[in-house]
T-cell receptor, first 113, second 114 residues
Framework: DARVTQTPRHKVTEMGQEVTMRCQPI?????VFWYRQTMMQGLELLAY????????DSGMPKDRFSAEMPDATLATLKIQPSEPRDSAVYFC???????????FGEGSRLTVL | KNQVEQSPQSLIILEGKNCTLQ??????????LRWYKQDTGRGPVSLTI?????NTKSNGRYTATLDADTKQSSLHITASQLSDSASYIC?????????????FGTGTLLAVQP
């Protein structure tokens, strides 16, 4: 049963610490997205990759967030330094053909104290 | 500005009843519209996809409609079950040549009570 796998599922950290979230997309899917979800804003696009190349990271605060895809089986989202306003659920999703059919992971719930 | 608006924001219904969720969009150029179901603590899961030429599509007790002229879509749930309690998110894809842009609604939170 192919699915998107995200780690960690939950992370509690203190302000100023570095946070790294990882995502294993479904094998063969060529487009990978990072979204952030909060009660107030809903799902917001942070960044996405096609064939491992970054296509759009305009939704990401550049001074503290970075997203990479070192190989086809791993995407990472890093926050350094983290702030309380970064507390949210971060979702990774993959898309088999870049047509908008998203398969979401279960999310990484981040709490920054 | 590309936007997707959903209504109502939240809804409570009794088990066994029907309900309809609305999605209005101002997205151009339009490629397709999807409804996702998101259970609490889980990632969204696709329910249906509608393209420009499709008016109605069903997935079990879920029926989606699309009126491309008025730019409205609805999701009808028949004979609701407790497991239908979730957030339902409307997502419109705008085709932008080499890349597509996904515009998300903020969702309708449905609670089905026994």
């Amino acid at each position: 049963d192919a699915r998107v796998t995200q780690t960690p599922r939950h992370k509690v950290t203190e302000m100023g610490q570095e946070v790294t979230m990882r995502c294993q997309p479904i094998l063969g899917h060529n487009t990978v997205f990072w979204y952030r979800q909060t009660m107030m804003q809903g799902l917001e696009l942070l960044a996405y990759f096609r064939n491992r190349a970054p296509l759009d990271d305009s939704g990401m605060p550049k001074d503290r967030f970075s997203a990479e895809m070192p190989d086809a089986t791993l995407a990472t989202l890093k926050i350094q330094p983290s702030e309380p306003r970064d507390s949210a659920v971060y979702f990774c999703a993959s898309d088999p053909q870049g047509t908008g059919e998203l398969f979401f992971g279960e999310g990484s719930r981040l709490t920054v104290l | 500005k590309n936007q997707v608006e959903q209504s109502p924001q939240s809804l409570i219904i009794l088990e066994g009843k029907n309900c309809t969720l609305q999605c209005n969009y101002t997205v151009s150029p339009f490629s397709n519209l999807r409804w996702y179901k998101q259970d609490t603590g889980r990632g969204p899961v696709s329910l249906t996809i509608m393209t420009f030429s499709e008016n109605t599509k069903s997935n079990g007790r879920y029926t989606a409609t699309l009126d491309a002229d008025t730019k409205q879509s609805s999701l009808h749930i028949t004979a609701s079950q407790l497991s239908d309690s979730a957030s339902y998110i409307c997502v419109v894809t705008s085709y932008g040549g080499a890349t597509n842009k996904l515009i998300f609604g903020t969702g309708t939170l449905l609670a089905v009570q026994p």
